[in-house]
């Protein structure tokens, strides 16, 4: 955000256009929900007849596309209980956790040794899901006992509503920027 604020203090344009395709082109590495901040700064930092120079339409159809896309996918179901994370670690170990984290399964028992439960610790900490993780001390090798929790569906419905505010908010903004963009023609064709 910072970034783009000194784009327009200084009228730099173009790097924020490469910036802007980059963010496109990346929509993992930049959450949909924050650029709704971009573009409720650009509304709010710009006057209409600059807009198109700074790719605001470009930007807004982006932004409201994506949310829209992924509300269409609805609420997420009681009964699912999959997680899809991309592991960046391609290890057995890690390729075991993948399949439980996408399966429907809620629990899982797993005989493992002590520095591959480190390990298999140390990555979902690492994601921050809601999958909690404990070892169980009996028999040998330990048993890492994994459990998906509430949280999961909890996150869903905040995100799903995060959602549904984000797009009714980006209407209201456009609505408004479309009535500001009639008043402001109909101004000029008086003149």
Not at 20 to 26: A, D, I, K
Not at 51 to 78: M, N, T
């Amino acid at each position: 955000m910072d970034f783009i604020e000194a784009c327009v203090i200084v009228h730099h344009h173009s790097i924020y256009v490469d910036f802007l395709n980059h963010m496109m082109n990346y929509m993992k590495l930049y959450p949909t929900l924050e650029l709704v901040k971009i573009i409720e700064f650009l509304n709010a930092a710009l006057k209409n007849d600059i807009l198109e120079q700074w790719h605001y339409q470009k930007l807004f159809d982006y932004v409201h596309h994506e949310i829209q896309k992924e509300q269409y996918l609805g609420l997420r179901d009681k009964d699912d209980w999959s997680i899809k994370e991309k592991l960046t670690c391609q290890c057995q170990d890690c390729t075991t956790l993948n399949e439980f984290l996408q399966s429907n399964t809620v629990n899982m028992r797993w005989p493992i040794g002590k520095d591959r439960r480190a390990h298999i610790h140390q990555t979902i900490d690492g994601l921050s899901i809601p999958v909690k993780h404990q070892t169980e001390h009996t028999g040998s090798p330990h048993k890492l006992i994994l459990t998906k929790t509430d949280e999961l569906h909890t996150q869903a419905k905040k995100r799903f509503d995060q959602l549904a505010k984000a797009l009714l908010h980006l209407c209201k903004m456009n609505k408004k920027k479309t009535s500001s963009l009639h008043t402001e023609g109909s101004g000029e064709q008086r003149d």
